[in-house]
């Protein structure tokens, strides 16, 4: 069992910056990887971000070169750094935590990107 706690969401105008964390409790050695999903109103969850035990990783074409996931393992932490913002980032953000088979998520994070 994992238990994730993100916080860091916010309203922002375009253009500017937000970092949202993401801290893991539990069985957290068991992690294969831990990354970011957005789900914006009617719309599917999507991948934003993920790094995996290994330090990889990977981006939706979207968000390359403006997002950067990073983690501080002594703080069991997973940071998604945002930039250059645009409207079209609103979202509800998620954190996720993978353990083969299993997938865990946190309560999400709304981030309002204004014009």
């Known amino acids: 069992q994992v238990q994730l706690v993100e916080s860091g969401g916010g309203l922002v105008q375009a253009g500017g910056s937000l970092r949202l964390s993401c801290t893991a409790s539990g069985s957290i050695f068991s992690i294969n990887a831990m990354g970011w999903y957005r789900q914006a109103p009617g719309k599917q969850r999507e991948l934003v971000a993920v790094?995996?035990?290994?330090?990889?990783?990977n981006y939706a074409y979207s968000v390359k070169g403006r997002f950067t996931i990073s983690r501080d393992n002594a703080k069991n932490t997973v940071y998604l750094q945002m930039n250059s913002l645009k409207p079209e980032d609103t979202a509800v953000y998620y954190c996720n935590a993978a353990l083969f088979p299993n997938n865990y998520w946190g309560q999400g994070t709304q981030v309002t990107v204004s014009s």
């Open positions: 790094i995996t035990s290994g330090g990889s990783t």
